[in-house]
């Protein structure tokens, strides 16, 4: 998975991690959350997304009852959804995700998602 991941990174590490420390910053002052730059946003899948996805997949183990489809709203790359597909590969899953770039990271990742 950390291979597919840095194919989709293009900043310069530097950049990455200023990136990395401003989000957090704002974060943690509950100031603006969203990931506004590109940097920002490689920096998340970097950093945040697999333990974001590690975490997803230990909770979906959990789900008591089986299932056939997903609707991940908000999805941002599709870290919930590949969780979920680790769990059930015939999963059927539709990403809603309003930023266009981090759409586009969940449909490289899932090819066979809407």
Known sequence: MIERLLELIKTPLPELI????????RYR???????????????????RFPATFAVAQEVISKVPFAYSSLLDVGSGPGTASLAALEHNPALKITCLEQDKTLLGWAKTLMPQAD
């Open 29 to 47: 002052a509950h100031k603006d959350k969203r990931m506004n730059s590109l940097a920002e946003k490689e920096s998340y899948l970097l950093t």
């Open 18 to 25: 200023k990136a990395r420390a401003d989000l957090t910053s």
